[in-house]
């Protein structure tokens, strides 16, 4: 588990290489002072340069998806070997918008493993629709989900498991404090060595009162982090 929080910074396909690393210059110093672990997860093209103006500074690079596959003949796709050696140490696998594509959870489980044997750690997401979170099953579904990702590791360790609600993503609405209660003491009890990280809208409205509850170490931030004064707020 990480001993500082974490705040990963999830850019999706927002911003272009250019405006990324513009970003990434500009508030390198400001970012620099923040006591957390700050994970910066730009598109693929600018991984790599992300990672040289980051370097020595504390600020982590990290990737958004990688192959389940160690090498081959796969067109198109990126190997978690490469994304290590150009700097990365996170990767994302299993972000929703990345299984409404057709990532099963068995092909995240094979992507954690490439991730974990290329010695980055992977930031695996899981979460429920709506339709389950209105029948009140997500503690069975979320169960469900994590069996296949655990089954690879000790209890979660070297993992970053984000819950992720599919209906919080980008749509400024959250699960309550008291329901976040449950599910992050359900997941510390299935996976106690992992770090735990909330996403899903999080704000610089919001961020107070999820940082109060038990067992969160951390947070994914999508549209908030793209704008720096706001995702400073956040990380402060
Ligand atoms: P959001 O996205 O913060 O814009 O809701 C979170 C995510 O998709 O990881």
């Given at each position: 588990m990480h001993k500082k929080k974490l705040f990963v910074a999830?850019?999706?396909?927002?911003?272009t290489t250019q405006e990324s690393l513009a970003w990434c210059v500009t508030h390198k110093n400001e970012l620099q002072k923040s006591s957390s672990q700050i994970v910066i997860c730009p598109s693929f093209t600018a991984l790599a340069r992300a990672g040289e103006i980051f370097k020595d500074t504390g600020i982590a690079v990290g990737a958004q998806s990688c192959c389940?596959?160690?090498?081959?003949?796969?067109?198109g796709q990126i190997a978690a070997q490469d994304l290590a050696e150009i700097g990365c140490s996170y990767v994302i696998a299993g972000h929703s918008e990345e299984r409404a594509l057709g990532v099963t959870n068995e092909i995240v489980a094979r992507k954690m493993v490439t991730i974990l044997k290329a010695g980055m750690t992977p930031i695996v997401c899981i979460g429920e629709p709506q339709t389950i979170y209105d029948a009140k099953t997500t503690t069975n579904f979320l169960t469900k989900q994590l069996a296949p990702l655990l089954a690879v590791t000790d209890q979660g360790a070297a993992l970053c498991i984000a819950y992720e609600p599919l209906w919080a993503i980008g749509s400024g609405i959250m699960p309550s404090l008291e329901t976040l209660k449950t599910i992050f003491a359900l997941l510390h009890k299935k996976a106690p060595k992992a770090t735990l990280l909330y996403g899903g809208s999080v704000n610089k409205e919001n961020i107070a009162s999820l940082q109060?509850?038990?067992?969160?170490?951390g947070f994914l931030v999508g549209?908030?982090?793209?704008n720096f004064d706001e995702f400073n707020l956040i990380i402060s």
């Open positions: 999830n850019w999706k396909m927002n911003m389940e596959h160690e090498k081959g003949p796969f067109t109060s509850i038990p067992y969160i170490n549209g908030a982090s793209l």
